[in-house]
């Protein structure tokens, strides 16, 4: 086994990284073969940091693991699948679940977190692939108790830079015409989305939109908060990063499960959350995101998961203008 601390940006802390090759010569001569390459991730679940530390709730976040997985990806796509530093990396779409509720509850000790994850690559050319494809499973202090995913593309300069252009023209031509979105008729407390701080909230209260059976919810993202909130490293290109669109999904998912089915905020956790991108949102224009509720049960009553708590399943739409830039099929829990 290959064992190293990789690169650590600030807000990830220090973390271990273990590649497990599947044979001697891979272990031998530090040639990994472009097929399927498993690694381990471990760390501790931070109290400290800005944004992932900044809880008032009683559970740890689906943004932690998310964004671990994430960043061991790049580092396995350069390091083990010789993917050249000029191919921009496009994350295509993720995931995350929690599968059992009791390891994501805060105990008041500093817990660890591991991920057993699985590399695929996509897309071979001349060995080198395109793209890469991971499943992961989470562990909390030893306890197995979620999964992650993530499907990561890689563009050449040119390319990237062609989709960045077209992307924000259209999106600027749309706000032009007058699709900015909604205007915010206040701001949450940061008690409402999770957070003690109220530097953290990035969206607005809602606004109620549709009809006819497909009513649903606005809500303005707040470009100066993101702005300010350092969500990737100094030298990340300058596209709104891909964990933000988490970030937002659980705040939008808390603010929305209280205002459909009245659950409270402090006792509500994202136990699911699955997004596929469409384009790049650019910053400095409006952002929002859309909340519909899925699929009702025929008598009204909200739905219950395994374990009989209370369950509401939401479809979130990223906007700038009319141009969407991602879809997301999420779940809020009531832990009760």
């Not at 381990?40 to 932690?64: I, K, Q």
């Not at 964990?243 to 603010?255: D, I, T, Y």
């Amino acid at each position: 086994m290959d064992t190293f601390t990789a690169p650590s940006p600030s807000f990830l802390g220090p973390h271990h990284l273990v590649h497990r090759p599947a044979s001697p010569e891979a272990f031998l001569l530090k040639a990994t073969a472009p097929v399927r390459q498993n690694f381990a991730f471990s760390a501790e679940l931070p109290e400290e940091h800005p944004l992932f530390g900044d809880s008032s709730s009683s559970y740890h976040d689906l943004l932690f693991p998310v964004e671990s997985l994430r960043q061991t990806m790049l580092f396995a796509a350069r390091r083990y699948f010789r993917v050249p530093e000029s191919w921009h990396p496009v994350v295509a779409s993720g995931g995350a679940a929690i599968t059992w509720l009791d390891a994501w509850r805060r105990g008041g000790m500093r817990a660890g977190i591991a991920l057993e994850l699985g590399m695929t690559p996509l897309d071979l050319v001349g060995g080198v692939p395109r793209g890469l494809e991971c499943e992961a499973t989470v562990s909390i202090d030893g306890e197995r108790c979620g999964t992650a995913s993530a499907r990561l593309v890689f563009l050449a300069q040119g390319v990237y830079h062609n989709h960045r252009v077209l992307g924000r023209r259209q999106s600027e031509e749309s706000v032009a015409a007058g699709d900015g979105g909604p205007l915010s008729p206040g701001v949450p407390l940061p008690e409402q989305v999770g957070h003690r701080d109220s530097r953290n909230v990035l969206v607005g209260l809602p606004e109620h939109i549709g009809a006819d059976g497909d009513e649903g919810l606005a809500f303005p993202i707040d470009a100066r908060a993101v702005a300010e909130l350092r969500l990737e490293a100094p030298d990340a290109p300058d596209e709104v990063p891909p964990m933000l669109f988490l970030e937002v999904s659980r705040q939008v998912g808390l603010l929305a499960a209280a205002e459909l089915r009245g659950f409270l905020p402090s006792h509500a956790v994202l136990s699911r959350w699955q997004a596929s991108f469409r384009g790049f949102a650019e910053p400095g224009l409006p952002l929002h995101c859309t909340v519909r509720e899925g699929v009702r049960r025929t008598d009204g009553r909200v739905s219950r998961d395994a374990a009989g708590r209370p369950v509401i399943d939401l479809r979130l739409s990223f906007l700038q203008g009319s141009r969407v830039v991602a879809r997301v099929s999420a779940s809020v829990l009531q832990d009760c």
